[in-house]
Nanobody, 124 residues
Framework: QVQLVESGGGLVQAGDSLRLSCAAS????????MGWFRQAPGKEREFVAA????????YYADSVKGRFTISSDNAKNTVSLQMNSLKPEDTAVYYC?????????????????WGQGTQVTVSS
């Protein structure tokens, strides 16, 4: 089993920055890669970013490229999402997720474990 706990959400204004963190615990073999997804009210959960633990390769949704940065601290078993130049359309519940195999980093159904989510609200 893998446990994921997100933190760092909050209410900010457009143009501000916010940093989300995800603390992972449990079986390391079940954590090949980590991802961040978000879900706005009335919308489907969408991919934001992902990182492969062992090599640090990253993937981003087009909507956040150049503004968001995903990083990992293997010693602390944490994954962070630095969000800059936030926009009102970034408002959503942000979820941390872990997957045990390679590929399909953009698909939510390829992830095996999920955190409880943290709310990010960006006011205009």
């Amino acid at each position: 089993q893998v446990q994921l706990v997100e933190s760092g959400g909050g209410l900010v204004q457009a143009g501000d920055s916010l940093r989300l963190s995800c603390a992972a615990s449990g079986r390391a073999v079940s954590r090949y890669a980590m991802g961040w997804f978000r879900q706005a009210p009335g919308k489907e959960r969408e991919f934001v970013a992902a990182i492969i633990w062992s090599v640090g390769t990253t993937y981003y949704a087009d909507s956040v490229k150049g503004r968001f940065t995903i990083s990992s601290d293997n010693a602390k078993n944490t994954v962070s999402l630095q969000m800059n130049s936030l926009k009102p359309e970034d408002t959503a519940v942000y979820y941390c997720a872990a997957k045990s195999s390679s590929g399909n980093y953009y698909r939510a159904d390829s992830y095996d474990y999920w955190g409880q989510g943290t709310q990010v609200t960006v006011s205009s």
